[in-house]
Structures are given as structure tokens and as C-alpha cells.
């Protein structure tokens, strides 16, 4: 079966080199390396498969309308009606882009490892402020390549972050090679904080994870359990109502679901196959035990690509989780 990625990748290839360029300016870095990994990996491709794809792309064109066009005060009132001004404006810093941040914008093309040795030796609290502003996972790649120490100090700041002065900002972007344009006074709404902390944790694995809650704990017991009780494991699928597990199981491969329930209770598991057809959930459970030993590594990869739908779901409001309390069950 071909998915969005693929389709995308077919249908950019049959553009053209200039059409192509002009689509792939207006997405994210993310989605360009996928799109552009898919467009390697194409082979042999028949007619009926690249017709299809058209197709596929006319029946979905022919559906849009103007709707969302020059939309965005009508959705920050929205957004500030149905979540208070906080929370909106939270959630606007983060699918907005930002002019203050331009420098920043652009460590998001890089390679983890690249961006590590680029701010590897600035003040922790300039790291943390960089890393907000990063996907979670990027910036827990990024985390994993510094000291211990700088590792450390670092989450603790990301945790308490909630604001920093303009003028901090210009001197972040001079680090990076990029001067911000304008200026005001007051401070500047970040994603910092515990939320942060805990998305990034999500992305560090085990043993790295564990090691830096022990370092909060010792320093503030009441923020280490502030953070555990943001943080969203595998297991809190669990909290996941059943037709949000089935929208989350459309977008999951079976083979990387059989390596990520490898390393589930039975619990979380059940409540998977429950939630597929009587076939698919035999095939499964035949396929499990079929399976021989995993490591720990990769079990824990799968899963966390998992965890990354389950938060775009979260994200587009079609996935809640239940069981932590009231309007902060969102992922």
C-alpha cells in the first residue's frame, strides 16, 4: 500500500525539477528530508501506480476550498475562545513561524550532530533556549551528543523556562549568525517549561532518561514529578479511548508494531488487538510470538515513532488521552 509520503514523493517526480522546488519551499524540514528519502527509494514504478497517485491527488484537490486562506485572526480568536489566552497563544508559537527565532528556524535543516557542535560550548541556558524551539526529538538528539554535566544543567533550565528578554533573543541569533530584526521590550512567550522537558525526555530512551530525572530529583523532588507526570510513555496508550487507537493503528506498519508490543505488558496489548479485526489480531498475535528476541534499542525505537503519530493525532485534535484530569489530557 502507498502512503502519503510515497504519494508525495511520485507525484513531486513527475513535476518537474522547477515545479517540484517551488512545492517543497512551503513544508518543513521534516517533511522535505521524508518526502526527498521516499523520492530515492522509488523503483520501477508502472503506469497504473503513478496514474493512481494523480487520481488520488485530483479527488483530494477537488474537495478544498478557500477555507483557511488568509484565516489566521479568525483562528487565533478561535483558539483563544476555546483554550484562554495562554494556552492559544502556546499553541500559536508553535504552528506559527516566528521572525525573532529566524536563526533558529534554520538548525532545524540540520543534522543533530552538526547543530551539537555548534552550541555544545555556549552557555547552558543559551543551549536551552535554542533547543525550545526544536522538535522534541531533534532536540533530545542534540541533548544525547553534550557532556553529562551541560545535559544536566541544560533540562533543568528547559524546565524552567517561561520567558526571556528581546534582547536575549538578538544575542541568541548572533550566535548562530543571524541578527533579529526589530526590537520592543517585555518578555517573549516560550516553549519552555515542563511540558518541554518532559516531550524531550520522551525522546532521550532509557537509560539517558533516567539518569537526568534522577539529576532533577536531586535538585527540586517537586519538579522531577511535575515533569513524570507530563511525560506520555508507550504504556499511556492505555488512557487512549478505542477509536483513538484505531485511527492511531491505520498509521502504523505492522512490523514496527509487532517490535514496539515485544516490549509491552499484556495489558497494552490486549487493548490492541481488541481494537483490530478478529484476521488482523490473530495474525498478529501469530506473528508476536513468532518473533525472536529484539533488542532493547530497537524496541524502544519503534515505539517512539509511534508515540510521534500518536502526538500528530493528539496535535490535530483526533486523539485525547483519558485519565489525567480535565483540559490537560491533550498530548
Known amino acids: 500500500m502507498v502512503d502519503g509520503v510515497e504519494k508525495s514523493a511520485i507525484f513531486l517526480m513527475t513535476l518537474g525539477e522547477n515545479e517540484a522546488a517551488q512545492v517543497l519551499k512551503y513544508l518543513e524540514p521534516k517533511e522535505v528530508q521524508k518526502i526527498s528519502a521516499a523520492m530515492m527509494s522509488l523503483k520501477n514504478l508502472s503506469r497504473e501506480e503513478i496514474a493512481q ?14 477555507i483557511g486562506m488568509d484565516s489566521s485572526d479568525y483562528i487565533r480568536n478561535m483558539l483563544t475562545k476555546a483554550l484562554g489566552d495562554d494556552k492559544a497563544k502556546g499553541l500559536l508559537d508553535r504552528i506559527m513561524h516566528n521572525s525573532d527565532t529566524s536563526g533558529i528556524e534554520s538548525l532545524k535543516w540540520m543534522d543533530p550532530g552538526a547543530v551539537a557542535e555548534m552550541i555544545g560550548n555556549e552557555h547552558p541556558q543559551i543551549i536551552a533556549t535554542i533547543l525550545v524551539h526544536l522538535e522534541p526529538d531533534q532536540a533530545a538528539d542534540i541533548l544525547k551528543m553534550l557532556t553529562e554535566r551541560t545535559r544536566n544543567d541544560v533540562l533543568l533550565r528547559i524546565s524552567t523556562l517561561d520567558g526571556v528578554q528581546p534582547v536575549a533573543l538578538r544575542e541568541l541569533n548572533d550566535v548562530l549568525g543571524k541578527l533579529m530584526a526589530g526590537g520592543g521590550t517585555g518578555k517573549k512567550s516560550l516553549q519552555g517549561g515542563v511540558a518541554t522537558a518532559a516531550e524531550i525526555l520522551n525522546f532521550m530512551g532509557g537509560t539517558l532518561e533516567a539518569e537526568m530525572m534522577e539529576n532533577v530529583r536531586s535538585y527540586d523532588p517537586e519538579l522531577a514529578q511535575k515533569i513524570e507526570d507530563k511525560m506520555f510513555v508507550f504504556e499511556n496508550l492505555l488512557e487512549i479511548d478505542d477509536r483513538g487507537i484505531q485511527l492511531v493503528l491505520r498509521e502504523v506498519q505492522s512490523e514496527s508494531l509487532i517490535i514496539a508490543l515485544k516490549g509491552a505488558g499484556e495489558e497494552l496489548r490486549e487493548k490492541i ?50 485519565g489525567k484530569g480535565e483540559e490537560d489530557t491533550y498530548v
Open 53 to 66: 497517485v494523480f487520481r488520488d491527488f485530483i479527488i483530494s484537490a477537488s474537495g478544498k476550498t478557500t
Open 273 to 322: 488487538f481488541k481494537n483490530m479485526s478478529k484476521r488482523a489480531s490473530e495474525m498478529m498475535r501469530e506473528d508476536l510470538e513468532a518473533k525472536g528476541p529484539v533488542k532493547l534499542s530497537e524496541v524502544e525505537a519503534n515505539q517512539k515513532e509511534i508515540l510521534k503519530i500518536v502526538r500528530r493525532l493528539a496535535d490535530e485534535g483526533q486523539v485525547a488521552l483519558g
